[in-house]
């Protein structure tokens, strides 16, 4: 691989509603669109605008999901945003599909400990794929013809999922449990619309990653509804043993965050997939190592990766340590790639 240099941080601050709600505790996902930054965290059912300023991504607009889009649960429901994508005009939204299993935390006692661990729960909100048009850097509910819309309840991707081969038999485990936990997601435009890369945390087949390609567009008949314009693919990546936690495109390459599957703390690395649309089955020597990321135990977790104007790379983290945080929001880290 070439050279890799972790040469600075920048910092996000955030306006003191957004810090009580510990918004900038749980990134999960980040876009940079010109002087602006997408941000998404996976504890609300918003997404944050920051915009670069003096060195420093600042003055912070929250907007709701529910003023754009039908919730399936409702507007006060989380969605769990875990990835963020950009084509022209247009922003994507996906949450993690994903289901939970309740925490047994220290103090309870044995009884209630066991009684939590055995409840699973199935949040609506989750499951949704957005895509919001782009007026003057802001998502509006219509542009003219473009209207915001959502993929969602009986049409949302885990449901499609019930008859793959593959991925079916996960679909009833928590995403912590290596179930199914879509985390990243990259588009891509051409002349048929825009396609989009859905990176997988889990489940992580005997080492082996997945990732889905699929091409949402208008539903003929609900012009506030997504389908499937044609059936998903998915691509199976050696990425030895770990998950994607977050793609974003780079050229014509795609660039993959990758990290633990399950509960844990590390390795972080970042792989570039070269001509990403090529192979179904992407072995490790088709994969270039491009850098290792940084991670705390308990904390640090990098989440959301994105490429800046100047070629340089942004990482997000959720659950940032202590020296991650400043007075008015964290620190993101820069790395420059030769």
Request: charged share 30%.
């Given at each position: 691989?070439?050279?890799?240099?972790?040469?600075?941080?920048v910092e996000l601050r955030f306006h003191t509603g957004a810090r009580s709600a510990r918004t900038h505790e749980n990134l999960s996902a980040v876009r940079q669109d010109g002087r602006h930054l997408w941000i998404a965290g996976d504890e609300t059912?918003?997404?944050?605008?920051?915009?670069?300023?003096?060195?420093?991504?600042?003055?912070?607009?929250?907007?709701?999901?529910?003023?754009?889009?039908?919730?399936?649960?409702?507007?006060?429901?989380?969605?769990?945003?875990?990835?963020?994508?950009?084509?022209?005009?247009?922003?994507?939204?996906?949450?993690?599909?994903?289901?939970?299993?309740?925490?047994?935390?220290?103090?309870?006692?044995?009884?209630?400990?066991?009684?939590?661990?055995?409840?699973?729960?199935?949040?609506?909100?989750?499951?949704?794929?957005?895509?919001?048009?782009?007026?003057?850097?802001?998502?509006?509910?219509?542009?003219?013809?473009?209207?915001?819309?959502?993929?969602?309840?009986?049409?949302?991707?885990?449901?499609?999922?019930?008859?793959?081969?593959?991925?079916?038999?996960?679909?009833?485990?928590?995403?912590?449990?290596?179930?199914?936990?879509?985390?990243?997601?990259?588009?891509?435009?051409?002349?048929?619309?825009?396609?989009?890369?859905?990176?997988?945390?889990?489940?992580?087949?005997?080492?082996?990653?997945?990732?889905?390609?699929?091409?949402?567009?208008?539903?003929?008949?609900?012009?506030?509804?997504?389908?499937?314009?044609?059936?998903?693919?998915?691509?199976?990546?050696?990425?030895?043993?770990?998950?994607?936690?977050?793609?974003?495109?780079?050229?014509?390459?795609?660039?993959?965050?990758?990290?633990?599957?399950?509960?844990?703390?590390?390795?972080?690395?970042?792989?570039?997939?070269?001509?990403?649309?090529?192979?179904?089955?992407?072995?490790?020597?088709?994969?270039?190592?491009?850098?290792?990321?940084?991670?705390?135990?308990?904390?640090?977790h990098p989440e959301g990766l994105a490429v800046l104007d100047d070629g340089r790379l942004i990482v997000v983290y959720d659950s940032p340590s202590p020296e991650r945080r400043t007075a008015t929001g964290v620190y993101a880290d820069l790395i420059?790639?030769?």
């Amino acid at each position: 691989m070439g050279g890799v240099h972790r040469e600075d941080c920048v910092e996000l601050r955030f306006h003191t509603g957004a810090r009580s709600a510990r918004t900038h505790e749980n990134l999960s996902a980040v876009r940079q669109d010109g002087r602006h930054l997408w941000i998404a965290g996976d504890e609300t059912a918003t997404i944050e605008r920051l915009t670069l300023r003096d060195g420093v991504y600042d003055e912070q607009r929250t907007f709701n999901l529910a003023d754009f889009v039908d919730l399936p649960a409702g507007p006060e429901a989380e969605a769990d945003i875990e990835g963020l994508a950009r084509t022209d005009g247009w922003l994507w939204a996906i949450g993690s599909h994903s289901l939970k299993r309740k925490r047994a935390k220290p103090g309870h006692s044995s009884d209630r400990a066991r009684k939590r661990l055995a409840t699973v729960i199935r949040e609506e909100n989750r499951f949704v794929l957005l895509r919001l048009p782009l007026q003057g850097g802001e998502p509006v509910r219509a542009d003219g013809h473009r209207r915001a819309a959502v993929l969602s309840g009986h049409d949302n991707l885990a449901d499609m999922l019930s008859d793959d081969p593959h991925l079916a038999p996960f679909l009833k485990l928590p995403g912590k449990d290596n179930g199914l936990d879509i985390e990243g997601i990259a588009a891509v435009a051409d002349e048929h619309g825009d396609r989009l890369y859905v990176g997988l945390r889990g489940p992580v087949l005997r080492g082996w990653a997945v990732l889905l390609e699929i091409r949402p567009v208008t539903h003929p008949r609900d012009p506030s509804r997504l389908r499937l314009a044609e059936p998903y693919r998915t691509h199976f990546l050696d990425l030895d043993g770990l998950g994607i936690r977050d793609l974003c495109p780079y050229g014509d390459d795609l660039l993959i965050l990758t990290g633990p599957s399950m509960d844990l703390d590390g390795p972080v690395r970042v792989v570039r997939w070269r001509n990403g649309s090529v192979r179904d089955v992407v072995t490790a020597k088709d994969l270039e190592h491009v850098a290792d990321l940084p991670f705390g135990r308990g904390c640090d977790h990098p989440e959301g990766l994105a490429v800046l104007d100047d070629g340089r790379l942004i990482v997000v983290y959720d659950s940032p340590s202590p020296e991650r945080r400043t007075a008015t929001g964290v620190y993101a880290d820069l790395i420059r790639i030769d």
